[in-house]
């Protein structure tokens, strides 16, 4: 079945109380994932069931939007300045500009992202937006954490437990569209193996299962593959409550 599977990308954020720990600054909406990209990664911080991920996801995208803006605008002063001083040269140092040379023409930065403006909240992906995504990094932080899975060894006191508390929470009626396929946890963190019968399934996993499963200062990535059918294959990395996945995947 895997190798019917069409990859995609898009990125969820959904942060708790300090913005300082996100890793991504793009988002992406969870509604309506788009099947033309091709991978996917979700950073989950101090975890909020009450949290609205489309809500956060539009705020980061009119952050990246905004902080283009400026940039650009700050692009434009100085080459303003530029054409200023050339003509100052070229008119011996008088101080008025040639009739027939603009100082400057409007500028606007290639691929800045779109912002929403749905007063829902509801993010609109943008593909420029998902461009800032290296999907070089995306795939060093999938194997870093395979890395560091795969070298830790076996914690009898605390692993047996995760399994058994993530096992436990993905059987609740909520979950009903989304099925357990493995789950291994050793020390620090846990890899489960989900699918889903559709999207939706999808997104009401991702907004709820941490927050069911009884952790509240978790971090999670995930890359995901949709197939034909709108079924969607995930591998999901969880850290063990307290620990920080950049560090882990760092091997601190």
């Known amino acids: 079945m ?3 599977l069409t990859r995609y990308a898009s990125v969820v954020v959904v942060a708790g109380s300090l913005i300082g720990a996100l890793i991504v ?3 992406g909406d969870t509604t ?10 979700v950073l989950f911080n101090r975890f909020d069931p ?3 991920p489309a809500k956060i996801a539009a705020a980061l995208v ?3 939007a905004e902080i283009a803006r400026l940039e650009a605008d700050t692009g434009n002063r100085l080459r303003d300045l530029e054409i200023r001083g050339l003509k100052l040269d070229r008119s011996d140092h008088t101080s008025a500009p040639a009739p027939d040379e603009p100082l400057s023409t409007p500028h606007q930065p290639a691929g800045e992202p779109q912002v929403a403006t749905q007063e829902s909240g509801e993010a609109k992906t943008s593909a420029d937006a998902l461009a800032v995504i290296d999907r070089a990094d995306i795939d060093k932080m999938q ?11 076996y914690d009898a006191r605390w692993a047996p437990e995760a399994q058994d508390s993530l096992t436990t929470a993905l059987q609740q009626p909520t979950f009903t569209g989304s099925q357990l396929i493995d789950i291994d946890c050793r020390t ?11 999207v939706d399934a999808e997104r009401e996993f991702l907004h709820r299962f941490i927050g069911a499963a009884g952790l509240d200062d978790a971090e999670a990535f995930y890359r995901r593959e949709e197939g034909p059918d709108g079924n969607v294959r995930m591998t999901f990395y969880l850290s063990r409550d307290g620990r920080r996945l950049h560090s882990l995947a760092l091997g601190h």
């Open 2 to 4: 895997a190798d019917k």
């Open 25 to 27: 600054v793009n988002a």
């Open 32 to 41: 309506t994932p788009r099947s033309d990209q091709g991978a996917q990664q």
């Open 50 to 52: 009450a949290s609205d």
């Open 62 to 64: 009119q952050l990246t």
């Open 143 to 153: 194997r870093a954490l395979e890395n560091r899975l795969s070298g830790e060894p």
């Open 188 to 198: 620090t963190l846990c890899r489960l193996g989900v699918d889903h019968d559709s």
